[in-house]
């Protein structure tokens, strides 16, 4: 067999991935599974482990919304900033150490943030554990596709998927327990032991793999790439006390456009660019991903939100409105478990774009529903259902379109959507939020709010997360594959499924080609 090269002539260095089609699936699959899940659990959890100590971070460190925003974000856009770098160096060095690396510096994160005694310190010690969660995360998706054959790959994604969610949802209900009974420092204190944990297993168990070919790192592209986020992430926060017309905000949204347009130019004239854009043509990528991160934006900007209008409108203790949010965790687990079942009777269009409708759904029940408890309980509840309906059939969808030897690249394409998605929520729906409340309450400082114009606010911002969600479930309708038609009788069963097969479904000629 001749020995494989870049079409430039060159020998790449030797893959690492290991092909195990003749030798069966690895027998310590699951285990492995185990370790990335709670690797991916870990640094998902910290999207949202501080939103119930707001309060009590605002008032320690007298920070109002704006503030808290980029102490929030400070994590998520780095996260999303850094990730298609991260994913890159992860296929070029081995994804096992850049996973095993990004753990690391995460728990070295968390221990800067726990002494810090400033919101400047706590946003510079967030953004070190983003940088850290960029590495963590592509790895987690490939090494899963490496170990899992075809045929159960689907259902490790949804465990990986849910995974995801649960940790958006129970990141309050920690947050709640540990600011109830210490300080809210201390909601760093439980990222060490699993960080320990991952770290001991994971050099034991996890397969190392790399490209075959791999690409030389793109400073440029990443810099013109992360100023792009940074500079729509800034202006949508800043808009909230300068307003959407204002001349820095305007400014900003403008930074981020002729960035974002340098960064397409540059990267179509790179020989290895760090995004694939024949993979940005095709409409079921596109519908998977849009969906992803619209499906995100919502549902950080709604705890964002339900978070501070459980203790500031209902007044509810850390604990008590952390525990609140709680049901959220148990559909997302609900509907993770139908994913599998309805992606296969109404393929990736049905997945996908019916479970967006249904969070969109029950975002917008946050909204209408006033009064107490019940009305939360039924958006909460709707709302994961519909995000574990969604999330396993979309990823599933983006990594069924490229090979193995890729799959670094395309996870981190996917997680950055998925982190824009997580960034974007809390700017856009936080700054709803807080113009809103300034509008109806003027000058009045944080202490003198009144539960009924926070209600308000908080309305205002839900029907706006719904409304973008709702966005996502039409894109995903219009542009993801419905299901395979049934094989014909008598007809050649392989190449009926081959031919027609949608994409984002694994199949062995979409993987090897």
Same mark, same amino acid.
């Given at each position: 067999m001749p020995p494989l090269h870049d079409g430039k002539g060159r020998t790449p260095m030797r893959e690492l991935r290991t092909d195990r089609g003749s030798t069966g699936p690895d027998p310590r699959r699951w285990q492995v599974l185990g370790i990335l899940s709670l690797a991916l659990f870990v640094i998902i959890l910290n999207n949202g482990l501080l939103h119930v100590a707001l309060p009590s971070l605002m008032r320690d460190l007298h920070a109002g919304i704006g503030l808290t925003q980029w102490?929030?974000?400070?994590?998520?856009?780095?996260?999303?900033?850094?990730? *298609?770098?991260?994913?890159? %160096?992860?296929?070029?060095?081995?994804?096992?150490?850049?996973? !095993?690396? #990004?753990?690391?510096?995460?728990?070295?994160?968390?221990?800067?943030?726990?002494?810090?005694?400033?919101? #400047?310190?706590?946003?510079?010690? +967030?953004?070190?554990m983003g940088v850290a969660a960029a590495f963590v995360m592509p790895g987690t998706l490939s090494i899963l596709v490496d170990v899992f054959p075809e045929e159960e790959r689907p259902r490790a994604i949804a465990v990986w998927g849910s995974t995801s969610a649960l940790g958006v949802a129970a990141g309050p209900v920690v947050g709640g327990a540990l600011v109830q009974h210490f300080w809210w420092g201390s909601v760093f204190l439980v990222n060490l032991l699993p960080v320990a944990a991952v770290l001991v297993a994971g050099a034991v168990l996890l397969p190392e793999s790399a490209a075959p070919v791999p690409r030389p790192a793109d400073p440029l592209g990443a810099v013109l790439g992360s100023a792009g986020m940074v500079g729509l992430v800034y202006g949508a926060i800043h808009a909230a006390d300068r307003g959407w017309t204002s001349a820095t905000v305007l400014a900003s949204f403008g930074a981020a456009g002729v960035a974002g347009a340098l960064f397409v130019a540059w990267?179509?004239?790179?020989?290895?660019?760090?995004?694939?854009?024949?993979?940005?043509?095709?409409?079921?990528?596109?519908?998977?991903?849009?969906?992803?991160?619209?499906?995100?934006? =919502? !549902?950080?900007?709604?705890?964002f939100v339900l978070t501070q209008r459980l203790q500031f409108a209902l007044g509810y203790g850390p604990l008590r409105a952390g525990l609140a949010v709680a049901p959220l965790a148990l559909a997302v687990? %609900?509907?993770?478990?139908?994913?599998?079942?309805?992606?296969?009777?109404?393929?990736? +269009? #049905? #997945?996908?774009?019916?479970?967006?409708?249904?969070?969109?759904?029950?975002?917008?029940?946050?909204?209408?529903?006033?009064?107490?408890?019940?009305?939360? *309980?039924?958006?909460?509840?709707?709302? =994961?259902?519909?995000?574990? !309906?969604?999330?396993?059939?979309?990823?599933?969808?983006?990594?069924? *379109?490229?090979?193995?030897?890729?799959? =670094?690249?395309?996870?981190? *394409?996917?997680?950055?959507?998925?982190? !824009?998605?997580?960034a974007l929520g809390v700017a856009v729906v936080g700054t709803v939020l807080a113009h809103g409340y300034s509008t109806a309450a003027g000058a009045a400082p944080l202490s003198e709010r009144t539960g009924h114009l926070f209600e308000q606010a908080a309305s205002d911002g839900f029907r706006v997360a719904a409304a973008l969600v709702a966005a996502g479930a039409v894109l995903s309708g219009l542009l993801l594959p419905g299901p395979a038609p049934t094989v014909p009788s008598g007809s050649d069963p392989g190449k009926d499924v081959e031919d027609h097969r949608p994409p984002g479904a694994d199949s062995t000629r979409q993987r090897t080609a």
């Amino acid at each position: 067999m001749p020995p494989l090269h870049d079409g430039k002539g060159r020998t790449p260095m030797r893959e690492l991935r290991t092909d195990r089609g003749s030798t069966g699936p690895d027998p310590r699959r699951w285990q492995v599974l185990g370790i990335l899940s709670l690797a991916l659990f870990v640094i998902i959890l910290n999207n949202g482990l501080l939103h119930v100590a707001l309060p009590s971070l605002m008032r320690d460190l007298h920070a109002g919304i704006g503030l808290t925003q980029w102490i929030v974000d400070g994590y998520a856009l780095v996260f999303a900033a850094t990730l *298609l770098t991260a994913g890159t %160096l992860s296929d070029r060095y081995g994804r096992k150490r850049a996973t !095993l690396f #990004g753990m690391a510096l995460f728990g070295a994160g968390s221990l800067v943030a726990l002494a810090t005694d400033g919101a #400047g310190q706590l946003i510079a010690a +967030r953004a070190v554990m983003g940088v850290a969660a960029a590495f963590v995360m592509p790895g987690t998706l490939s090494i899963l596709v490496d170990v899992f054959p075809e045929e159960e790959r689907p259902r490790a994604i949804a465990v990986w998927g849910s995974t995801s969610a649960l940790g958006v949802a129970a990141g309050p209900v920690v947050g709640g327990a540990l600011v109830q009974h210490f300080w809210w420092g201390s909601v760093f204190l439980v990222n060490l032991l699993p960080v320990a944990a991952v770290l001991v297993a994971g050099a034991v168990l996890l397969p190392e793999s790399a490209a075959p070919v791999p690409r030389p790192a793109d400073p440029l592209g990443a810099v013109l790439g992360s100023a792009g986020m940074v500079g729509l992430v800034y202006g949508a926060i800043h808009a909230a006390d300068r307003g959407w017309t204002s001349a820095t905000v305007l400014a900003s949204f403008g930074a981020a456009g002729v960035a974002g347009a340098l960064f397409v130019a540059w990267e179509r004239r790179h020989p290895y660019p760090m995004v694939d854009f024949a993979l940005l043509r095709r409409p079921a990528f596109l519908g998977a991903s849009l969906g992803n991160m619209l499906l995100f934006l =919502g !549902l950080a900007g709604t705890l964002f939100v339900l978070t501070q209008r459980l203790q500031f409108a209902l007044g509810y203790g850390p604990l008590r409105a952390g525990l609140a949010v709680a049901p959220l965790a148990l559909a997302v687990g %609900l509907g993770s478990a139908a994913a599998p079942w309805l992606a296969r009777r109404a393929g990736p +269009r #049905g #997945g996908v774009a019916g479970g967006l409708a249904v969070t969109a759904t029950g975002i917008w029940t946050l909204g209408t529903m006033s009064g107490g408890y019940p009305g939360v *309980l039924s958006g909460l509840c709707l709302s =994961g259902i519909g995000v574990g !309906l969604a999330l396993a059939p979309a990823t599933d969808t983006v990594m069924g *379109l490229v090979p193995p030897e890729r799959s =670094g690249n395309a996870a981190a *394409l996917n997680d950055t959507m998925q982190e !824009l998605g997580n960034a974007l929520g809390v700017a856009v729906v936080g700054t709803v939020l807080a113009h809103g409340y300034s509008t109806a309450a003027g000058a009045a400082p944080l202490s003198e709010r009144t539960g009924h114009l926070f209600e308000q606010a908080a309305s205002d911002g839900f029907r706006v997360a719904a409304a973008l969600v709702a966005a996502g479930a039409v894109l995903s309708g219009l542009l993801l594959p419905g299901p395979a038609p049934t094989v014909p009788s008598g007809s050649d069963p392989g190449k009926d499924v081959e031919d027609h097969r949608p994409p984002g479904a694994d199949s062995t000629r979409q993987r090897t080609a």
